[in-house]
């Protein structure tokens, strides 16, 4: 009897060892990856920073599809534009979210962006598709336009602050098309708290911000005394719900008093029955545009500042154009894009130079899935290196350099006798049923303001105060975050001419006119 107890025993400890040495180990359905080791697998070589280029060189190595163990977590980044359509086209399996555990916390499932695959996201993801169309966001090119004419001329007073101009200017367009409300200035405005709100979000997210909790779920049950991250979450939830309904609480005063600004917000109270809505889920709609919206935006510009900055003989080319279209008496028009082809190229490759979202935003599968000759389990999360496609060099001819001619060239700026299945123009809005549903707000925002500055000003390196020479900038410098924001970067920004100087103030002037139907607000409770 003895006997059989030990030998089970010995069994009990080789089946929990067999299993354990298992762990972190790639199963062989998986893409290839950089080696594991035991348990941990490649939790330690996790990129903590700048994934995008960790991932790149990853992708040289193991191809297209890689996939990575962390402990008994399934990643796999897909490098490829081929694999991208696999994506787009297997949309029922693959577009969850990985469950992250600080965005359950801080947002429960009411946040569009990292909400999971399931009747909460559907029901919102309707909605924001709905009042984001093409047509619907045409409606609101006049606040567009509006800021786009502040933006100028806040540049135009105060250079120097340009980075913090762009913020302001993305922030106040979805206030305006979404809450009716307008922010004169960056300080002390709603604007400033949503970024600061982002940051703290931000800071938490990197790796390394909290325990890793989604790896060893055993963390979760940390007593909060020893968990100070569990504070930290709770605080930017607090934050968060006191921005949003504060802002709900504006436009819900505004129905019922029929005082109203016609926005977004507003749209989606009138139907909230037709539509299933609970006050939260209201809420979070418009925290998720504002969120979603302003620093994509605002990055977005802050990259064509810093490329016109670096390269003076596109940045004149590109004004060459404009000057033959637009002239010199009137402003430029969204309307006008259609004439400038060297413009358009120009937009193209800023989003193929230096996509907003290198490595976009994770989705995870809710089912098993083929992707290429691959298994991917249910619930392993998918990268997609939207940096290395499009710096893939079997796609584009010196794919480092800032070349708008590329776009002239072909449709997707690819070289002759490229294989372009799964080019999209809008790729570097994400992929599949998670696509930026914001999209068209964005296309029109760098549309209009790319023309304005052109226009309006002659960007240059900043000189130094010594020495008077240009200081140079470095065109892939950026901030290490989710998004590839530049870090803010001297630079000089001078009107072209006195005429067009004066044309920014009067336009300046005329815009004012459409503030005052928007609330102002310097709101900072
Ligand atoms: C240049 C500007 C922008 C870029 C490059 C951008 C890019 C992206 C990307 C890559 C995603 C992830 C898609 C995926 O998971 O596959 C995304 C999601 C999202 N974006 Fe944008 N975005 C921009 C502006 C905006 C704006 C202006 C709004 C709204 C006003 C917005 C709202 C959203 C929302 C709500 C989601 C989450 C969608 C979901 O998970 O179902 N974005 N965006």
Redesign the pocket.
């Known amino acids: 009897m003895g006997l059989v107890v030990s030998i089970c025993a010995l069994a009990a400890v080789y089946w929990v060892l067999r299993r354990l040495s298992r762990i972190g180990t790639r199963e062989s359905y998986l893409p290839p990856g950089p080696t594991t080791t035991p348990i941990l697998g490649n939790l330690l070589a996790f990129p903590t920073s700048r994934a995008h280029i960790r991932f790149t060189e990853w992708a040289q190595e193991y191809g297209a599809i890689f996939s990575l163990k962390l402990v008994s977590n399934n990643v796999v980044v897909v490098s490829s534009a081929k694999l991208v359509r696999e994506l787009d086209m297997k949309g029922a399996t693959t577009s969850d ?1 990985p469950a992250i555990h600080a965005a359950e916390i801080v947002y429960g499932d009411y946040e ?2 990292f ?1 999971r695959h399931g009747t909460v ?1 559907r029901k919102v ?1 309707r909605v ?1 598709q709905e009042i ?1 169309t093409a047509e619907k966001c045409s409606q609101h090119l006049e606040i567009q336009k509006a800021e786009a004419s502040v933006l100028m001329y806040d540049m135009l007073q105060n250079p120097e602050n340009w980075y913090t101009h762009t913020r302001r200017y993305s922030g106040s367009v ?1 206030l305006g098309v ?1 809450f009716g409300i307008h922010c004169p200035t960056y300080e002390n405005s709603y604007v400033s708290r949503v970024y600061q709100t982002l940051w703290d979000w931000q800071q938490l997210l990197r790796p390394g911000g909290i325990p890793p909790v989604d790896i060893f779920p055993f963390l979760k049950h940390i007593p909060n005394r020893w968990a100070p991250w569990k504070d930290l979450c709770q605080q930017i939830r607090n934050k968060q719900r006191d921005l949003f309904f504060s802002l709900l609480q504006v436009c819900e005063d505004r129905v019922s008093t029929g005082n109203r600004r016609d926005s977004f917000l507003e749209y989606v109270l009138d139907r909230q029955q037709e539509y299933g809505l609970d006050k939260e889920m209201i809420a979070y709609i418009g925290g ?2 504002l969120e ?2 302003t620093e ?2 605002a ?2 510009l802050q990259s064509f500042i810093l490329c016109m900055t670096a390269r003076p003989e596109i940045q004149r080319r590109a004004q060459q154009e404009i000057d033959r279209v637009v002239g010199t008496t009137r402003t430029p028009d969204k309307k006008d894009l259609d004439d400038l082809p060297y413009v358009r190229a120009l937009i193209k490759e800023l ?1 193929r130079y230096r ?3 290198p490595t ?2 994770p ?1 995870a599968t809710t089912a098993d899935e083929r992707i290429g000759e691959y298994l991917l389990p249910k619930g392993t999360t998918i990268f ?1 290196n939207l940096w290395h496609i499009f710096r893939d060099p079997e796609l584009y001819d010196n794919p480092d350099e800032f070349n708008p001619d590329r776009f002239l060239n072909s449709e997707f700026g690819t070289k002759p006798g490229a294989d372009t299945t799964g080019c999209r123009e809008d790729m ?12 068209f ?2 296309s029109n ?2 549309a209009m303001n790319v023309l304005n500055i052109l226009w309006a000003f002659n960007i240059s390196p900043a000189k130094d105060s010594v020495t008077g020479q240009p200081i140079p900038v470095d065109i892939n410098d950026s901030i290490d975050s989710i998004l590839l924001a530049p870090l803010p970067f001297q630079c000089e920004i001078m009107p072209r001419d006195e005429a067009r100087a004066e044309m920014i103030k009067s336009q300046y002037a005329s815009a004012q006119g459409v503030f005052a139907g928007l609330q102002y607000t310097y709101e900072t409770s």
């Open positions: 979210r569009l962006v909400a996201w993801r924001v984001l979805i979404a998720t545009l979603a919206g994509t935006t990055v977005n989003h996509p907003v979202g976009a935003v989705h997609v570097v809005f994400g992929i599949g049923r998670r696509i930026c549903p914001g999209r707000l964005a925002a760098i």
